[in-house]
């Protein structure tokens, strides 16, 4: 019995284009700590929760997802945006400095970043959500569906 090695784009390598998507590998530690923060998400994440899991705009988002070493806050991952709700903390210290550094680093995976204030969200909730909605749009999905299959041999388009 001999073995064919895979087709490009089949197997378990991800360089030939196999294996678990980049966007869903995470190290361990950050998934559990991700698994962790859903259940103790913060007065601000907890109420823009409830509008985004009613899907506004079509769209998906998840809440606390890994990616890499960062837990986002939510993420709709077919326009790839990173939504960030920063609270008084996030101005003080270095905090600038390491969101500056998340931020650059989401962005080499793809994602954009949108942070908002803790504040916005309790004083303007339906605005904030229009927002992010927009912001889906103006990215637009990663895959675009086909008009169907190609044509046959010789067939007009």
């Given at each position: 019995?001999?073995?064919?090695?895979?087709?490009?784009?089949?197997?378990?390598?991800?360089?030939?284009?196999?294996?678990?998507?980049?966007?869903?590998?995470?190290?361990?530690?950050?998934?559990?700590?991700?698994?962790?923060?859903?259940?103790?998400?913060?007065?601000?994440?907890?109420?823009?929760?409830?509008?985004?899991?009613?899907?506004?705009?079509?769209?998906?988002?998840?809440?606390?997802?890994?990616?890499?070493?960062?837990?986002?806050?939510?993420?709709?991952?077919?326009?790839?945006?990173?939504?960030e709700v920063d609270g008084e903390a996030h101005?003080?210290?270095?905090?600038?400095?390491?969101?500056?550094?998340?931020?650059?680093?989401?962005?080499?995976?793809?994602?954009?970043?949108?942070?908002?204030?803790?504040?916005?969200?309790?004083?303007?909730?339906?605005?904030?959500?229009?927002?992010?909605?927009?912001?889906?749009?103006?990215?637009g999905p990663l895959h675009r569906p086909s008009?169907?299959?190609?044509?046959?041999?010789?067939?007009?388009?």
């Amino acid at each position: 019995m001999t073995l064919v090695p895979p087709r490009n784009g089949e197997g378990d390598q991800p360089k030939a284009g196999g294996g678990v998507p980049r966007v869903l590998q995470a190290p361990i530690k950050t998934v559990r700590l991700a698994r962790g923060l859903r259940k103790d998400m913060s007065p601000p994440e907890r109420l823009l929760w409830w509008p985004l899991r009613q899907r506004p705009g079509g769209y998906r988002f998840r809440k606390q997802c890994p990616q890499g070493p960062y837990s986002l806050d939510f993420a709709c991952l077919s326009a790839r945006l990173a939504i960030e709700v920063d609270g008084e903390a996030h101005d003080r210290g270095d905090r600038p400095a390491r969101d500056a550094a998340r931020d650059r680093h989401l962005q080499n995976l793809g994602f954009l970043t949108m942070r908002i204030p803790a504040e916005e969200v309790f004083n303007n909730l339906e605005g904030v959500v229009l927002g992010i909605v927009d912001a889906c749009r103006k990215l637009g999905p990663l895959h675009r569906p086909s008009g169907g299959p190609p044509p046959r041999s010789g067939e007009e388009q």
